[in-house]
T-cell receptor
Framework: GDSVTQTEGPVTVSESESLIINCTYS????????LFWYVRYPGEGLQLLLK?????QKGSSRGFEATYNKETTSFHLQKASVQESDSAVYYC??????????FGLGTRVSVFP | DPKIIQKPKYLVAVTGSEKILICEQYLGHNAMYWYRQSAKKPLEFMFS???????DNQTASSRFQPQSSKKNHLDLQITALKPDDSATYFC???????????FGPGTRLTVL
């Protein structure tokens, strides 16, 4: 079946430092799945951060970026300078055009001032 | 205003009992889903419905039964509860199947 592997947390980073959360995927049912990053801020529900549906393209939102790399089957999430408000749990996910999303385990990020 | 409502937020049940988890969405979506997240495990897709019809079932156990009384409702009935059923259950919806999914806040179920 499909699977998603991402950086194991927790990840601790200081404000204004860079952040990268690795995500690799394996999609057995389709060559080019849709890829997503979801985020859950403390006390809030899961929400979409960004998505990319075309291999080779980059998605961005709230200062975060992720590039769909079909050669390495990766979709790493990066931000050049994090803020305390970026403290959250980040989930990488794929959609193989079936009904449900396949998620990674989630990476808890804590940003300290 | 919350667009996807899940009730209750927390639920404690005894082994062998039955519970219903409620989900209502006010986004005008036609597809709804249930996911489960157990401790140390990723969110796991369970069911999808489109226009109140079951589209996909990835849950092996018949103890889990979705119920759709209205287009914007998809409740989850769980019978003969076991401690392993303890998890947070998330409802989601999308305009159509395959479109961006929006998630509810979850119901945390603990089975003693």
């Amino acid at each position: 079946g499909d699977s998603v592997t991402q950086t194991e947390g927790p990840v601790t980073v200081s404000e204004s430092e860079s952040l990268i959360i690795n995500c690799t995927y394996s999609a057995t049912s389709i060559a080019y799945p849709n890829l997503f990053w979801y985020v859950r801020y403390p006390g809030e529900g899961l929400q979409l951060l960004l998505k990319v549906i075309t291999a080779g393209q980059k998605g961005s939102s709230r200062g975060f970026e992720a590039t769909y790399n079909k050669e390495t089957t990766s979709f790493h999430l990066q931000k050049a300078s994090v803020q305390e408000s970026d403290s959250a749990v980040y989930y990488c996910a794929l959609d193989n055009y079936a009904q449900g999303l396949t998620f990674g385990l989630g990476t808890r990020v804590s940003v300290f001032p | 205003d919350p667009k996807i409502i899940q009730k209750p937020k927390y639920l404690v049940a005894v082994t062998g009992s039955e519970k219903i988890l409620i989900c209502e969405q006010y986004l005008g979506h036609n597809a709804m889903y249930w996911y489960r997240q157990s401790a140390k495990k990723p969110l796991e897709f369970m069911f999808s419905y489109s226009y109140q019809k079951l589209m996909d079932n990835q849950t092996a156990s018949s103890r889990f039964q979705p119920q759709s009384s209205k287009k914007n409702h998809l409740d989850l009935q769980i019978t003969a509860l076991k401690p392993d059923d303890s998890a947070t259950y998330f409802c989601a919806s999308s305009h159509l199947t395959g479109a961006e999914q929006f998630f509810g806040p979850g119901t945390r179920l603990t089975v003693l």
